[in-house]
């Protein structure tokens, strides 16, 4: 009902500061590739956006038999079959000239997957990359990714591809519900896949990766990017919940911007419910080139870790953390670590878990809660080399008296061992001015860093 009826109609590549493209809802999803090329400026971004349906329903863009407008400009042309949505530089603009400026927001984006297929601008029907993306970022500065669902894909997100004049700037990954994505059968693909300069993710909600026969290979998210701010997101399993680690094509300026050294991860719910597959956070490298590993430090703190290993079996054990090398240290400071099950030999629950039979890492402690029978270090099948101090100062119990663990509401109610003040100093932007709200939203905090954990007492 609208002045265009198919996404094929908008003049994609004429699109400038202030233009905005709105995808109206329909209930047929629509099966059409994009590009978005230009250039907006602060104040005025090229938007592309969804308008929702008479229920809410958002509009769908769907891989599964898309077709390419002929005129569509890549950046090249072995990049169609790597993104349903793709931004990046179009082929004809100068080389230096780089997508900026640019929001994708209110869209369903599904199905950019093998085996399935699209056709391509030529018409020939190809079929999509292993790695293809929902969303695909070949190189932009100031991009924005807000309210989508991003779903079965390869990669839910793949952001940037390259280093030197093509590495990719500040990146806000904003109130997406992103699950379903990867692969059944392989390592590689991700809910979210990252190598950019600055990229804060806050208030998604980040569902299980797709799993096979093999369980969950796919990482929820995967990151190789400097300057890395995950907070105030509902983050449920993947073979890592989340996975930092060294950049590989964006090498070269990210190991020289000190950003690369310092992560934060803060306020937010890190659940291990489908199966203990792997450390819930890795944090270093997996390159196997230990000298561009992140030798930094994880701040992590003010986040609620939840492991639902009641049904786990004998022998499965759960690893909270995993540091490459002694050259990473964590910092965890104030949160809540909570296992349905008490850690048992037989069904361990460790802060450090081990890789290739070594428990590396420095970790300094303070202000957490934790369930009774959480180790420091993995003692199964492993040598301890890691460093960890203040564990003497954790607070143990049975239960950390959430409001209502059946539902999920985590917050601490009246008389929990959660609500205790913090000697923690915050400054900003790392203040915990805010909370998730479930789901796909924040709200201020209110009490500040008051109570352990990712959530302002009710």
């Known amino acids: 009902?609208?002045?265009?009826?198919?996404?094929?109609?908008?003049?994609?590549?004429r699109l400038g500061p202030g233009d905005t493209v709105r995808i109206h809802h329909r209930r047929d999803p629509y099966h059409e590739k994009i590009m978005i090329g230009g250039q907006g400026r602060p104040g005025a971004p090229i938007k592309v956006c969804g308008v929702r349906g008479p229920n809410g329903e958002l509009p769908v863009l769907d891989g599964d038999g898309a077709t390419t407008p002929e005129g569509?400009?890549?950046?090249?042309?072995?990049?169609?079959?790597?993104?349903?949505?793709?931004?990046?530089?179009?082929?004809?603009?100068?080389?230096?000239?780089?997508p900026a400026h640019i929001v994708?927001?209110?869209?369903?984006v599904r199905n950019a997957a093998a085996p399935k297929r699209f056709s391509d601008r030529a018409g020939k029907d190809t079929a999509w990359a292993e790695n293809a993306a929902g969303i695909f970022l070949q190189r932009g500065d100031h991009i924005t990714i807000k309210g989508c669902v991003v779903r079965d894909n390869g990669n839910g997100l793949f952001l940037g591809t390259s280093g030197s004049e093509e590495l990719s700037h500040d990146v806000l990954i904003e109130g997406n519900h992103i699950h379903s994505n990867a692969s059944p059968t392989k390592w590689y693909e991700h809910n979210v896949y990252n190598e950019v300069s600055g990229v804060v993710f806050q208030y998604n909600r980040f569902g299980p990766p797709k799993s096979g026969d093999r369980g969950t290979l796919g990482a929820n998210i995967k990151e190789r990017s400097a300057g890395v701010v995950i907070r105030y997101n509902w983050i449920e399993d993947g073979a890592h919940l989340i996975d930092l680690v060294d950049s590989q094509e964006a090498r070269e300026p990210n190991l020289k911007d000190p950003a690369f050294r310092e992560s934060w991860v803060y306020g937010n719910v890190l659940i291990r419910g489908r199966e203990a597959n792997g450390s819930m956070v890795h944090y270093g490298g997996d390159s196997g080139l230990y000298d561009?590993?992140?030798?930094?430090?994880?701040h992590f703190f003010n986040n609620t870790v939840v492991v639902m290993n009641a049904r786990h079996p004998e022998w499965q054990s759960t690893q909270v953390f995993e540091l490459s090398t002694n050259d990473e240290k964590l910092v965890a400071t104030n949160n809540v670590f909570f296992s349905e099950a008490k850690g048992v030999y037989k069904r361990e629950v460790t802060l450090l878990g081990a890789r290739d039979g070594v428990v590396a890492g420095t970790a300094e402690l303070a202000g957490n809660w934790m369930r009774e029978g959480v180790t420091p270090q993995?003692?199964?099948?492993?040598?301890?080399?890691?460093?960890?101090?203040?564990?003497?100062?954790?607070?143990?119990?049975?239960?950390?008296?959430?409001?209502?663990?059946?539902?999920?509401d985590l917050a601490p109610a009246s008389g929990s061992p959660l609500l205790k003040a913090s000697t923690m100093e915050l400054t900003a932007p790392h203040d915990l001015g805010m909370q998730y709200v479930v789901h796909g939203k924040g709200t201020a905090r209110g009490d500040g860093p008051r109570a352990i954990g990712a959530f302002a007492p009710k």
């Open 292 to 298: 561009t590993y992140r030798k930094g430090t994880l």
């Open 104 to 108: 994708v927001e209110g869209l369903e």
């Open 378 to 408: 993995q003692v199964l099948k492993a040598e301890k080399r890691a460093v960890v101090t203040g564990f003497d100062t954790v607070v143990f119990g049975d239960a950390p008296g959430f409001s209502d663990l059946a539902s999920m």
């Open 1 to 13: 009902g609208q002045k265009h009826a198919r996404l094929a109609d908008v003049p994609w590549a």
């Open 72 to 98: 569509l400009e890549f950046p090249y042309d072995g990049h169609q079959v790597r993104g349903l949505v793709i931004i990046g530089k179009r082929h004809s603009a100068p080389y230096r000239e780089q």
